[in-house]
């Protein structure tokens, strides 16, 4: 009777349980660059919906303040801020440095070639319009934030017009 229960044990061998890990290293392998791409592409896309909303922000003091507000673009830097153009003080708020500019999250880089700086009148248009060009941090993913003269903000493939 004690020989019919040890040789019905049941169990993994060593062989397949290194089958198991020599598999799912495999797929960790081919899954790892995918991963990747998939981080950095919701970083951009994180960056630009912030872009956008601060966009928004500065269109909204415009409006609610009756004023013009300008988003000034500092692409060397990598960072924004709101004037008011009417005394040329900065929009200073918590986030901001002591200048009025703010950085977007995740180190994002942002660059502009037609336009450095965006205003907005009281009734939320602008006669700037023009693509900002979000990137992740290591510049392998990237947007564009496009402002119309209507003050509409939309997100787009990098190359949309």
Do not use: K
């Given at each position: 009777?004690?020989?019919r229960v040890l040789?019905?044990s049941?169990?993994?061998?060593i062989?397949?349980?290194?089958?198991?890990i020599?598999?799912i290293?495999i797929v960790?392998?081919t899954?790892?660059p995918v991963f990747?791409?998939f981080l950095q592409?919701t970083?951009?896309?994180?960056?630009?919906?912030?872009?956008v909303d601060?966009?928004?922000?500065a269109?909204?003091?415009?409006i609610?303040?009756?004023s013009?507000?300008?988003v000034e673009?500092?692409?060397?830097?990598?960072?924004?801020r709101?004037?008011?153009?009417?005394?040329?003080q900065?929009w200073i708020?918590?986030?901001?440095?002591?200048q009025?500019?703010?950085?977007?999250?995740?180190?994002a880089r942002?660059?502009n070639t037609n336009?450095?700086?965006?205003a907005?009148?009281?009734?939320g248009?602008?006669p700037?319009?023009?693509t900002?060009?979000?990137q992740d941090?290591?510049?392998h993913?990237?947007l564009g934030v496009?402002?119309?003269?209507t003050?509409?903000?939309?997100?787009?493939?990098p190359?949309?017009?």
């Amino acid at each position: 009777m004690l020989e019919r229960v040890l040789s019905n044990s049941r169990g993994l061998t060593i062989a397949e349980l290194l089958v198991t890990i020599g598999i799912i290293g495999i797929v960790s392998v081919t899954a790892f660059p995918v991963f990747v791409n998939f981080l950095q592409a919701t970083q951009t896309r994180g960056a630009a919906r912030e872009l956008v909303d601060l966009l928004n922000q500065a269109r909204q003091l415009a409006i609610a303040t009756n004023s013009r507000y300008q988003v000034e673009i500092d692409t060397a830097n990598n960072r924004l801020r709101f004037v008011r153009t009417n005394n040329g003080q900065p929009w200073i708020e918590p986030g901001t440095d002591g200048q009025g500019y703010r950085r977007l999250e995740n180190q994002a880089r942002l660059s502009n070639t037609n336009r450095p700086a965006f205003a907005f009148n009281p009734l939320g248009t602008t006669p700037d319009t023009g693509t900002i060009t979000v990137q992740d941090s290591s510049g392998h993913s990237s947007l564009g934030v496009v402002v119309s003269t209507t003050g509409r903000i939309r997100i787009c493939p990098p190359n949309c017009p």
